[in-house]
Nanobody
């Protein structure tokens, strides 16, 4: 089974930046669709960003222009660079991999944006 491990979350002030990392247990990042989701308190889980194997990307309107998804195939790791953070970005962020019918979720990492 593929395992995804997120890291890089924490407490940051509004306007600050964080970079989340998602490390896969095997070499799948280059050949599958990778995504970041988030779930805020009292809200449903939502798609934040996605990168396909060919390099195309998608961003939710709420984060477009502030967040960037990328990957390092050599390290088998996907990143989410988050800039200009807002309190409404506070959530648990989850890494997600999708390949056909197979799906994999990370355990999540907490991001808190507060002054």
């Amino acid at each position: 089974q593929v395992q995804l491990v997120e890291s890089g979350g924490g407490l940051v002030q509004p306007g600050g930046s964080l970079r989340l990392s998602c490390a896969a247990s095997e070499s799948i990042v280059s050949g599958v669709t990778m995504s970041w989701y988030r779930q805020a308190p009292g809200a449903e889980r939502e798609l934040v960003a996605r990168i396909w194997s060919g390099g195309s990307t998608y961003y939710a309107d709420s984060v477009k222009g502030r967040f960037t998804i990328s990957r390092d195939n050599a390290k088998n790791t996907v990143y989410l660079q988050m800039n200009s953070l807002k309190p409404e970005d506070t959530a648990v962020y989850y890494c997600y991999a999708s390949r056909g019918v197979s799906t994999y979720w990370g355990q999540g990492t907490q991001v808190t944006v507060s002054s």
